[in-house]
């Protein structure tokens, strides 16, 4: 059979030359069972002869890995390299595709070879230079021992060119193992190793993998080679050597971290302090003890107290818990998380001195602001609607000699007392200022007796002098009776004649007023947390929540963290009470706080904290404390409830909605209001604030029917538009004695006119008689007054009324009268009742309907 019907024809044969490209597929057989058909073409380089020239025989340079050798053994000289089988045309083309394959896999099983075999090496190297230094270090004890005992003569020297060679021998075999075999090394005689005392020893050999047999091909040469590349085999060095996980790694540390710790013994409990509240969690207890739950969970029911870990037990049962697992107990109560400013005081070396603080008080119209304008070379009493002051108001004046002396201008109305009683606590002298021509009055007695409460000293000012009909003496005497005696009459009390209109007398006052603080040697330190109190408290709708503070010790800066009654914040913005911003506020300086998160009350303290926890912490512990004061419940008694019965009954309510402008009017009218209630009629305030009218009030106010109270204040856009839609009352005002009376005029209207009876006469009856078919007609026998015919008659049986009636007939013998006067008989018809029985009596009255006040 000739070369062209051997051939195998893969696809149809085209006429023409020979192909030099040859296509076929081998299909690739994976690990579980998976294979896959790979396209490969085989291209052969084509030869032209020139004509009448045999063709060159075809042959294909097939180019092997080399496979990995044995050690060669020192050999003269290399063998020569046998030259590669002819192979035929068919057999080439028969086998192409197949070689394209073992080719492939020869390469890869070459490169793997190597890895394995550089890898043996290094290894080699290692455990050699192990064996190495550990022979070193047994000759160096040897030698020292030899020395110690008897010297030792010299090692023959041809013992190491004997064991050099021996152990160089499997090093130089094993760095040729890749390469083709290479002549054995000369040997030299001029460099001669030092002496040894002891053998090398090779390493182990480790145990090859097992590889299938290759599988006999056609032709007898192995074409296909054992072994397939797997991933593992190609991205693993050590041939499939599996390392240690991460997770393995941290198993094995903390193994062995236990096995040391247990061979340490037992570890020492660690007793702590805990800090254990009047009521606390079992979890959050076991948390500050550094213990286990369920261990509390199971003392707690050996004490017969099952206890979830979520269920809060109390200080004592605490106490047992702590002191049974070995621990420190330290009992605390909520009331520790308030600031208590009386036990922080300052060392007498750190006081400074600081400015005096004086409070204006007195009666209304009395010249209180008119006096401090003066003072100050302002003029707020042309500000103030009605002429009256209705606010705190704080200044800082700077005296002739420089010194400073910060003012409180306070309210003169009757309404104002809470004001007032303020201004006299933080203050340091009082000024009263008394009119001359009008005396003292109850506002003015009120504010001795703030004053005389509060234990500061008073410097009586008696202003308008200057006006006709003055009569300053008159008003040293009726100090007299308050136990105030001015100096003139040989008492301790200072007293200053000014005239605020004429500006007379002023520098007077401000001597006494440097004198009497010179005498009570004011000092504070600056150089601390800074403490103040709020003068007044307002809403402002461009600022927000803003608070007068004067400021009694420490410096407050912007910035600073403070807590303010129930509410915290920080320091935005410090101004003035000239309007200027500022960076700090020394003591006796009053001062406007930005920043707060709420509006305070008017009196609260102002405290700066450390950080804005502590700030939120103490906030809420106090307003927890004020919605238990405002929550809680009266001892039920049977007197209270039918009390509480008759209230609900009998007593009308007359509810309203206060909104101001600053907080300490909002309290003067609240109280202003509780004074108008009667037994018959309560004010009841639903909601009260500083601030403008918003929405959410006119939508309590829809709900209850009740009229909103402006003081100083309007309602925003949208508020106007609900009260329009809900036909809520605004009622506005700008004086405080203005809206007590409209108020009370509101409340009179609730109840209606008054009812007045008076009595007009009173009769007996002597007999009855029939008057028609129903009705009967009693004689009468006047005993008092007169009866006219319509009043209204009560008829009464033993002194117990029988029934309210009308008189509708009233005759005299046989005629009609109108009235019939004492003394004299009569007859009378009574509608709407019959039961009339002789010895009766019979009143008459007249009702009259009169406007009612409170």
């Known amino acids: 059979m000739s070369d062209e019907q051997d ?3 893969l696809t149809r044969k085209p006429l023409g030359l020979k192909r030099t490209v040859e296509a076929g597929q081998v299909q690739q057989q994976f690990s579980h069972g998976r294979r896959n058909t790979v396209v490969v073409e085989v291209k052969r380089r084509r030869v032209l002869g020139r004509p009448g020239e045999a063709a060159p025989v075809e042959a294909e340079e097939v180019e092997a890995a080399p496979a990995p050798a044995p050690t060669p053994a020192p050999a003269p000289a290399p063998a020569p390299k046998p030259a590669a089988p002819r192979v035929s045309e068919n057999d080439s083309l028969m086998s192409r595709q197949e070689r394209q394959a073992q080719l492939l896999r020869e390469a890869e099983e070459s490169r793997m070879n190597a890895l394995e075999d550089n890898r043996r090496r290094d290894e080699a190297a290692r455990v050699r230079a192990a064996e190495e230094e550990k022979a070193r270090a047994e000759a160096r004890v040897e030698q020292a021992t030899a020395k110690a005992a008897e010297p030792a003569p010299a090692a023959p020297a041809a ?4 064991a050099a060679p021996a152990a160089e021998a499997p090093a130089a075999a094993a760095s040729q193992g890749d390469a083709a075999p290479t002549p054995a090394p000369r040997a030299t005689t001029s460099a001669a190793p030092a002496p040894r005392r002891f053998t090398p020893v090779a390493a182990p050999p480790r145990p090859e993998p097992k590889r299938p047999e290759p599988k006999a091909t056609r032709g007898g040469d192995s074409r296909r080679q054992s072994g397939k590349l797997t991933v593992t085999r190609a991205l693993n060095e050590d041939e499939g050597a599996r390392a240690r996980s991460l997770a ?23 007793i702590r302090e805990v800090v254990v509240p009047e009521s606390i969690t079992v979890q959050d207890l076991a948390n500050r003890m550094a213990e286990k739950t369920s261990d509390l969970v199971k003392a707690l029911f050996k004490m017969g107290v099952p206890s979830a870990s979520t269920d809060t037990i109390d200080q004592d049962t605490a106490e047992l818990l702590v002191t049974e697992f070995g621990h420190e107990i330290i009992r605390v109560s909520e009331g520790d998380i308030d600031i208590r400013h009386d036990e922080d005081v300052d060392d007498a070396e750190h006081l400074k001195p600081r400015a005096p603080v004086v409070t204006i008080m007195g009666h209304v119209d009395h010249g209180k602001t008119s006096l401090l304008d003066a003072l100050r070379g302002a003029n707020v009493q042309a500000g103030e609607a009605g002429g009256i002051t ?15 002396v910060t003012f409180l201008d306070t309210p003169g109305h009757e309404a104002f007392t809470e004001m007032r009683q303020r201004g006299a606590n933080v203050t340091d002298i009082v000024i009263l200022v008394v009119a001359a021509d009008d005396g003292l009055k109850p506002q003015s007695i009120e504010a001795i007796n703030h004053a005389k409460a509060a234990n500061v000293p008073i410097i009586v000012a008696i202003n308008k002098v200057d006006k006709e009909g003055a009569n300053p003496q008159r008003v040293r005497e009726r100090l007299l009776e308050h136990e105030l005696v001015v100096e003139e009459m040989g008492g301790d009390v200072q007293n200053v004649e000014v005239s ?3 500006k007379t007398g002023l520098d007077k006052l401000l001597d006494a007023i440097a004198v009497q603080a010179e005498i009570m040697e004011l000092k504070a330190n600056p150089d601390r947390a800074a403490e103040g109190t709020v003068v007044e408290a307002k809403l402002d709708k461009g600022r927000g929540p803003v608070a007068t503070i004067l400021v009694r010790r420490g410096t407050l800066k912007v910035g600073d963290i403070f807590v303010c009654g129930a509410e915290s914040g920080r320091v935005r913005a410090l101004i003035d009470d000239q309007g200027k911003q500022i960076k700090s506020a020394t003591p006796s300086m009053p001062v406007e706080v930005l920043g707060l998160g709420g509006v305070p009350m008017a009196g609260d303290t102002l405290t700066v904290v450390e950080n804005e926890a502590r700030a939120r912490e ?3 512990y106090r307003q927890e404390q004020a919605t238990r004061k405002r929550t809680v419940q009266a001892p039920v008694s049977l ?3 039918f009390e509480a019965l008759a209230d609900k009954t009998n007593v009308i309510q007359f509810p309203v909605i206060i909104k101001g402008d600053v907080q300490g009017s909002v309290e003067a009218i609240v109280n202003a209001l509780n004074k108008l209630s009667t037994d018959e009629i309560r004010v009841r305030v639903l909601q009260s604030g500083a601030g403008a009218i918003t929405e959410s009030d006119v939508t309590l106010a829809a709900a209850t029917k009740a009229p909103i109270i402006g003081f100083n204040v309007r309602p925003n856009a949208k508020a106007r538009d609900i009260a329009k839609r809900e036909n809520v009352r605004f009622m506005y005002y700008d004086v405080i004695y203005h809206l007590t009376d409209e108020i009370r005029k509101e409340m009179a209207g609730e109840l209606g006119p008054e009812r007045v009876e008076t009595v007009v006469g009173r009769a007996e009856v002597k007999d009855v008689f029939p008057a028609g078919k129903r009705d009967k007609a009693a004689g009468l026998l006047v005993l008092e007054g007169s009866i006219r015919k319509g009043l209204h008659a009560r008829l009464t049986r033993d002194d117990v009324i029988v029934s309210a009636t009308t008189i509708s007939s009233l005759r005299r013998f046989k005629d009609d009268v109108a009235e019939v006067r004492a003394g004299l008989e009569c007859g009378v018809v009574l509608a709407d009742t019959n039961d009339i029985k002789a010895g009766d009596h019979l009143e008459v009255f007249e009702v009259e309907l009169r406007e009612r006040t409170l």
């Open 390 to 404: 209705q606010h705190i108001g704080a200044y800082q004046v700077k005296t002739p000699d420089g010194s400073l």
């Open 159 to 162: 013992e190491a060119p004997a």
């Open 500 to 502: 605020a209109l004429k």
């Open 248 to 270: 393995a790694l941290k198993r094995a540390r903390e193994k062995e971290k236990r096995s040391h710790t247990a061979s340490s013994g037992p570890r020492e409990k660690q």
């Open 639 to 641: 007197e209270g409830m």
């Open 7 to 9: 051939k195998p024809t």
């Open 618 to 620: 103490v906030a809420t």
